[in-house]
């Protein structure tokens, strides 16, 4: 084909530029003609204190990277998490966790919910995440090994969390290694021909042709603001932090099985496990406290001494059209989105599956940017959602920023949710979703979100079957964690 794509080049760094990188190299391999990827690499913005935690779908991406996942969690000194334990979004209430992994089972096509809503009403005392194996084991700080786990009633998975600048050694060594062209440098102009990009030229006066471009810079934006003005869906009314303070403090002497994210007055703050040390990220309004007054305060939060403090602004938003032209934006490039839920790399992986499905066959028309853009902004707006019903389904009250996020409006697809879910315990699911159903059923039960009916098929279940299904099933979750080694345990027989 005469105008097959010969040649990609991605402006970028850090993790976004590294990984698309490596994804292209696999993707394209054997692609005849064959495509030559080029990275102009940008100067790094991570820092030592930076994270990345990842959600458990994030390993289909390092699977198609050809990853030893092993080995990179060592090289990173990285670390499992099975859960995402939430404490103080609800005032006095319990800590609740958000397992990656589904209560009970569906019995007679009845979501197991709706039968724990009516034996809830009859008087069970038992949480819904104790029907939860990964909820479950994360509590005791466990290891849920998946060939043993369960698989009638349970999918757990684990997430990870990755010291970031590690990991971005580890991916540009696997790069590099696989003949990458590399070229370290600044970008002096952009060259456009309407929404095309002709041509970029480096700060040495190098210039850089391709048919397609890859922009990884991050909300620098180098190549995508040359091609698109006022591009940004604004979603800070919503996501109200405007601020992201990341910081380190001693590992942990037990490793536990979860992340802890802790609402507090001016925001929320992460704590996340790691080999040698253990990583916050803060998530907060400067308009409530200042970065010197926060950093002050990060010890009293986190009940941990915190060390190498950096703050940098952070606004949430999405580009409306991600691909524009002959260039693409990737990562943080296309959406910010709060470090919340474990969503930090999603939008690459996100971005990077799209783009292997749709990727150009012509160099002088790309009509598939009209379906990515569609299918990738559809996603983000989800994750948004997903983000904002933590927000919005708080029990702070007599706090400004909680105050306000509880009465604000809210996106229409989202408060659908929210309507049906608390008339009848259903999770509507859209298109392109990341969380399914038992993501949104743990965030609305633990958020507190009442539900005033259950399914009335649960009623063609006798009582009595109902209460020995759950005695078996709270046995049987008992039994599989008797036999799991601890989080600290299998951490050091296979990490250490």
């Not at 990188?21 to 080029?38: F, R």
């Not at 990285?78 to 397992?99: E, T, V």
């Not at 939008?347 to 150009?360: A, D, K, N, T, V």
């Not at 879910?421 to 038992?438: D, K, Y």
Request: aromatic share 10%.
């Amino acid at each position: 084909m005469s105008n097959a794509i010969q040649k990609v080049a991605i402006v970028g760094r850090d993790a976004d530029a590294w990984i698309t990188a490596l994804y292209l190299q696999q993707a394209l391999a054997g692609v005849q003609p064959a495509v030559d990827v080029v990275l102009i690499e940008l100067p790094a913005e991570l820092t030592r204190q930076d994270v990345f935690s990842v959600i458990p779908a994030y390993k289909i991406l390092h699977k198609v990277l050809g990853a030893n996942e092993r080995k990179l969690l060592k090289e990173s000194k990285g670390h499992y998490c099975f859960a995402q334990r939430f404490s103080n979004w609800c005032g006095g209430a319990a800590p609740y966790m958000h397992a990656y992994d589904r209560f009970g089972f569906d019995f007679n096509s009845v979501d197991f919910y709706q039968y724990w809503l009516k034996a809830k009403a009859n008087g069970l005392q038992v949480p819904l995440e104790d029907f939860c194996l990964g909820a479950a084991a994360a509590k005791q700080q466990k290891y849920v090994e998946p060939e043993r786990a369960a698989k009638i009633f349970s999918r757990a998975s684990c997430g990870y969390h990755l010291s970031a600048v590690e990991y971005v050694q580890a991916i540009a060594k696997g790069v590099m290694a696989n003949g990458l062209k590399r070229i370290p440098a600044q970008i002096a102009l952009v060259n456009t021909e309407g929404e095309k990009i002709t041509s970029v030229v480096l700060a040495d006066g190098q210039t850089i042709t391709a048919d397609l471009f890859i922009d990884a810079s991050g909300t620098e934006a180098v190549l995508m603001k040359a091609v698109e003005k006022n591009n940004i869906e604004r979603w800070s009314d919503w996501l109200p932090a405007d601020h992201i303070m990341v910081a380190s403090a001693p590992v942990l002497n037990s490793l536990p099985s979860f992340s802890q994210i802790s609402a507090f007055k001016h925001g929320w703050f992460g704590i996340y496990p790691l080999l040698d040390r253990t990583a916050i990220n803060f998530a907060y309004s400067s308009k409530e406290v200042t970065p010197a007054a926060l950093a002050d305060l990060a010890s009293v939060y986190t009940g941990m001494p915190i060390i190498d403090v950096t703050d940098v602004p952070f606004s949430a938003g999405a580009r409306k059209k991600s691909w524009v032209g002959n260039c693409i934006a990737l990562g943080a490039t296309a959406v910010s989105l709060e470090p919340l839920d474990a969503v930090q790399l999603h939008p690459l992986h996100i971005g990077l599956s799209l783009l292997h499905e749709l990727f150009p066959n012509n160099s002088s028309a790309m009509p598939e940017a009209n379906v990515y853009n569609q299918k990738f902004f559809s996603f983000m707006e989800n994750v948004r959602d997903f983000q904002i019903a933590h927000y919005h389904l708080n029990k702070r009250y007599d706090e400004p920023l909680w105050d306000y996020v509880r009465h604000m409006a809210i996106p229409d697809s989202l408060k659908h949710k929210i309507d049906l879910f608390a008339a009848r315990g259903v999770v509507s699911l859209n298109e392109n979703e990341t969380f399914l159903q038992e993501n949104w059923t743990s965030l609305f039960v633990g958020q507190k979100l009442e539900t005033t009916t259950y399914d009335p098929l649960v009623d063609v279940l006798p009582e009595q079957e109902l209460i020995e299904y759950f005695q078996t099933l709270l046995s049987n979750i008992k039994n599989e964690i008797q036999h799991m080694p601890s989080m600290q345990a299998y951490v050091e027989m296979n990490l250490m």
